[in-house]
């Protein structure tokens, strides 16, 4: 795990799967630094894992960006609203029991991924309710000339950011694990869509987090820097191709890859 081709070869993994689920790859690299370094404490892996992840969605966002497939202004409030849980988050990780807050969550991801197998990406009735208080309406058109018609209710998004904004630290495995299919299925987002917003809310999001990170100095120690570097040499061109393969993939199929990926996370928070 420490040679310098391995940590770039996990690093285009991360890259490759995390964007093209728009989740940002913490939920592979975390328990891979668990098993592979338990000497590091709760801190240390989750300052790797977002740096790790922040670098992920930088480059996946310009990536979607390119397509033209951000909802921008989704994009922007709903991360405005993560900022101060993804404060909180790192800092929590510090006095929160692990245990109990891990058995919570992990039960929670396992019946998300159930929900997602049997229920996510089904295509949904068009949403006739756009005039109701508190919801906006959006249509996109992406590069390759795909119009996206959509709305959506902002407060109930921004409800599910501010928690999306606290777990992502807490745990270091991102939050668009848990904001594409909150997007996808509960605000009606077109999942390609949804992918692409999520990675543009998680690159402001984890970036915050990151900042934070630094702060605390969580970074001074060579060992850890020097991982984070090579990570991140692999995670950018990751991005790239998995930003490439939402493009020739259906969305029922990226559905179905982040019912499992939420599973496994899950297991892994429980065991």
């Not at 915050?208 to 040499?233: C, E, K, R």
């Amino acid at each position: 795990m420490d040679s310098i081709v391995v940590l770039i070869l996990v690093g285009f993994l991360i890259g490759t799967v995390g964007t093209l689920i728009g989740a940002g790859g913490g939920f592979i690299l975390v328990p891979i630094l668990l098993l592979a370094h338990p000497e590091f404490t709760p801190e240390t892996i989750t300052a790797i894992s977002m740096a790790v992840v922040a670098s992920n969605a930088l480059s996946g966002s310009v990536a979607y960006i390119r397509v033209r497939k951000v909802d921008y202004k989704a994009g922007l409030i709903f991360a405005l609203f993560t900022i101060p849980g993804s404060i909180i988050g790192v800092y929590a990780t510090q006095y929160i029991p692990r245990n109990i807050f891990n058995i919570i969550f992990g039960i929670l991801l396992i019946g998300l991924a159930i929900f997602l197998l049997f229920k996510g990406g089904k295509e949904k009735k068009a949403n006739t309710a756009i005039q109701k208080k508190g919801w906006i309406e959006q249509t996109i058109t992406d590069k390759s000339g795909h119009i996206y018609h959509y709305s959506y209710n902002w407060r109930l998004g921004a409800a599910i950011s501010s928690a999306v904004g606290f777990i992502s630290p807490l745990l270091g495995i991102g939050g668009g694990i848990v904001h594409v299919p909150a997007l996808s299925e509960w605000l009606r987002f077109p999942i390609h869509i949804a992918t692409a917003t999520s990675h543009f809310i998680l690159a402001i999001m984890a970036t915050v987090s990151v900042t934070v990170h630094i702060i605390n100095g969580n970074y001074n120690d060579p060992f850890v820097l020097t991982m984070v570097i090579a990570l991140i040499a692999g995670v950018i061109p990751g991005a790239q191709t998995g930003a490439y393969l939402s493009k020739i993939l259906k969305g029922s199929f990226i559905i179905k890859a982040l019912a499992i990926c939420l599973g496994i996370v899950g297991l892994r928070i429980l065991f």
